[in-house]
């Protein structure tokens, strides 16, 4: 199970730090990805780290100022935003999955969302 927290509403240009708990003891071997999805808008790929937290890999339009991490010790990834713009709102999940070098990954297991929502 996912629990992803810290959603808000933050102005433009502002930061925000997302959450994501796993309650699988096996949360280290897993790469995990963050997500979102704007009102009328499919789905889309924003983030990854691998299992080890070695590696990351970010959609383009947030290179610069979003940054993932991970705590294995607390079964826990996190989304640094920063500079946050009103086209980064959306609704933004977590997943669970594997990942090669270079790539997004593939996610099996995702979490519930939470909204963040910039105002300009």
């Known amino acids: 199970q996912l629990q992803a927290s810290g959603g808000g509403l933050v102005q433009a240009g502002g930061s925000l730090r997302l959450s994501c708990a796993a309650s699988?003891?096996?949360?280290?071997?897993?790469?995990m990805g963050w997500f979102r999805q704007a009102p009328g808008k499919e789905r889309e790929f924003v983030a990854r780290?691998?299992?080890?937290?070695?590696?990351?890999y970010y959609t383009g339009s947030v290179k610069g100022r979003f940054t993932i991490s991970r705590d294995n010790a607390k079964n826990t990834v996190y989304l640094q935003m920063t500079s946050l713009k009103p086209e980064d709102t959306a609704v933004y999940y977590c997943?669970?999955?594997?990942?090669?070098?270079?790539?997004?990954?593939?996610?099996?297991?995702w979490g519930q969302g939470t909204l963040v929502t910039v105002s300009s």
């Open positions: 780290i691998i299992s080890s937290g070695g590696s990351t």
């Open positions: 997943a669970a999955g594997t990942a090669q070098p270079g790539t997004p990954g593939k996610y099996d297991y």
């Open positions: 699988r003891r096996t949360f280290s071997s897993y790469a």
